[in-house]
């Protein structure tokens, strides 16, 4: 019995020492695997982080800075806010996919030096121009919910009495007389033009492949709306058409652009973010692009944008403070975006020679 006893202690102390190496390894490279492992990796996400930063220009410069400033504002009133650190996550996923698309764009250019563009470097070009558009529509809509961060109470009192003092009377209620179901129809798509300005002159641009003048329009509606979305978190507006509601006789009826107005305005209006307009805004900043660029293409839209500016107060979305302080935001956009794009690596799409402006070619 003591034999067996003996014998089975000896079988287990051998597994033991078999097992030993395994679990506890002599080889100290072995230790290190792990940290060396994940030492290259943040090394790699570093690289691939300064890269991508070196591939933005002008635009991402202001744009991250708008995120950063706001951002700010969302930490110290979260209290405010429903989800406040909701909108810091999805905005920091908007970053990360915009330093993403940089980087990946500049991948592609640089593996086409010669000049004859894959479609992969066209694809990712194409967007890296273009994904600013979705940007705008990303800031403007997020403002819903941006309202009562600073100042919890609406302000349009203020701007009700300031339009009375201007011009003795409440603008929209007394355009009310004029209104006609042609006439909805006609101020209705002179405020969907808005919607084109940039998208023409950015257009244009585009296929003149004149990438400085392309990133200089971007850059002044940004600066322009960004300056516009600070000014609303702390002086929020709803619109006379919120703050205003039953002082009309009768609600704007019209034909198929009034309806196609009343479709957009239901699924995409923010309430509030009204002052300073944005469409102004952003409509004053593409006529400075456009004069500065393509002076033809400025008295082609001029006529269209003033009475675009008069059928916001027809539409009863804008008071006329709203007019004059989108005039003054979009042309902050132009004066500080202009000397945004002096500075060195403004245009900043490595390999965008792949697509050289046509009057070199």
Known sequence: ????????????????????????????????????????????????????????????????????????????????????????????AIVCVILGLCRVQTIYAQRNPDGNASFPALWWHFWRYWYPHLFFLFCFEELAQLMALIQPHWQDAKLIAFDYWLTGVHPSVWLEQFATPGRNDFMQFAYLTYFVYLVVLGGILYYRREWHAYWSVMT???????????????????????????????????????ATINFIEHYGKVRGAAFPSEHIAGSVAVLWGAWRFRRWLFWVMLPLALLMFVSTIWGRYHYIADILGGIVTGTLGYWIGSWLMDRKGAVKTAGAGILQPKSAQ
């Not at 940004?222 to 709803?238: K, L």
Request: with cysteine.
């Open 1 to 92: 019995m003591n034999g067996m006893k003996k014998s089975g202690t000896s079988e287990k102390a051998n597994a033991q020492a078999i097992a030993a190496p395994a679990a506890y390894p002599c080889d100290p490279s072995i230790w290190n695997a792990k940290p060396e492992m994940s030492a290259r990796t943040w090394a790699l996400l570093r690289r691939e982080a300064s890269a991508a930063w070196a591939a933005c220009g002008a635009f991402e410069w202001w744009a991250f800075g708008y995120f950063a400033a706001s951002g700010v504002l969302i930490v110290l009133f979260g209290e405010h806010l429903r989800h406040p650190v909701r909108m810091l996550a999805v905005r920091a």
């Open 220 to 258: 002044f509606s940004m600066v322009g709306y960004s300056i516009g979305y600070m000014i609303a978190m702390s002086f929020p507006i709803e619109s006379p058409w919120f703050a205003m509601a039953g002082w009309w006789k009768a609600p704007l009826n019209g034909g198929p652009l009034t």
